[in-house]
């Protein structure tokens, strides 16, 4: 299987890349990748996994993945024509932001009632939920579309380790009619999936940037009158680095390439993101560890990699969660 880059792939990795260095401020940066046409719809989930990449290599605070991924492609693909147009276009424009609370703190009670549902549910760490306009809400009915000016609906910031703003939703007994609603429980596991190999995404960007600042600096860093890459332990720590960023790279690829051919992926998902948690651990405290003291200095760019690398190494499970769920296929008969 030839996962090579198509050459509208490469031209929006190096557009997105562009804007990212030319642009430091998050607004700005979003208002950009709005005008270059990155936000548009009509990119398919391989080409929004090259932009995420990108994002990952710039470690950007950009909500792309929980908005345009997550959100806007969720409510395009499922949502009726009024719900399109009212919200995934014009967060497909950047004029609103989306985000998805895909880490319920119990099951979500979810009541069927003549003037249409009502819910209630905690959730922690939505990704940009804080920032978000409206907040898709996966049930085992449906998905339900909040906002934080709905009666019932609290959302409280949360400061992550890497420093990104995430949120907690809380939901008491939240009344929404039929065009707050995408029916079908297998919205839910579709949105899943694209978010985690979104992340996975963004966790390849972040290593693959993080090792190649890490090389370069062991090529300039001189100790005993040696460059601290020529030494045997150095460079097989390098080396094992490359081999985990390329599995990250793989796996990933492999599941994305299955969801979005509708093909069934949930093992290959599992193992995106088992490596993505694994390989970004180990890459990220490789580069720390080969940089010595300066790898963990706040005015250095390399802190910003490694919390970032932490961060999406536990997002939407760690690794031993996703490795005990493919334990799981394995056992099956």
Request: proline share 3%; hydrophobic share 45%; charged share 20%.
């Amino acid at each position: 299987m030839d996962f090579t880059p198509t050459d509208e792939q490469r031209e929006l990795s190096g557009l997105a890349r562009r804007i990212l260095a030319e642009v430091e401020s998050p607004q700005r940066q979003w208002a950009e990748l709005a005008a270059a046409g990155l936000l548009d719809l009509e990119l398919d989930f391989l080409e929004q996994c090259t932009v995420l990449i990108e994002l990952g290599r710039a470690v950007s605070p950009s909500p792309y993945l929980s908005s345009i991924v997550m959100g806007a492609s969720t409510l395009a693909r499922f949502g009726a024509t009024d719900q399109h147009a009212q919200w995934a276009a014009r967060a497909a424009s950047g004029q609103i932001v989306l985000a998805a609370a895909l880490t319920p703190e119990s099951p979500v009670d979810v009541e069927k009632t003549a003037d249409g549902w009502v819910v209630s549910g905690t959730f922690t760490t939505v990704l940009a939920g804080a920032q978000a306009d409206l907040i898709l809400v996966p049930t085992e009915e449906g998905i339900f579309i909040v906002s934080a000016a709905d009666e019932g609906v609290t959302v409280e910031a949360q400061e992550m380790t890497d420093g990104t703003v995430e949120a907690r939703l809380e939901l008491t007994h939240v009344t929404l009619t039929g065009d707050r609603v995408l029916d079908g429980a297998e919205i839910a596991a579709w949105l899943r999936d694209r978010a985690t190999v979104g992340l996975c995404a963004l966790q390849l960007g972040v290593i693959e940037r993080a090792l190649e600042m890490t090389a370069s600096y062991a090529t300039t860093r001189v100790q005993f009158g040696r460059a601290i890459g020529t030494f045997q332990a150095v460079a097989q720590r390098l080396a094992d680095a490359y081999i985990d960023v390329e599995a990250v790279r793989l796996t990933m690829w492999q599941a994305a390439w299955r969801l979005s051919e509708g093909l069934p992926c949930g093992t290959e998902v599992d193992t995106a993101k088992f490596w993505a948690a694994e390989g970004g651990h180990r890459v990220a405290h490789t580069a720390v560890h080969i940089h010595g003291g300066v790898g963990i200095d706040l005015d250095y760019p390399l802190h910003r990699y490694f919390v970032a690398a932490k961060h999406h190494e536990f997002a939407l499970g760690h690794a031993t969660d996703h490795l005990l769920a493919i334990g799981t296929v394995l056992r099956q008969p």
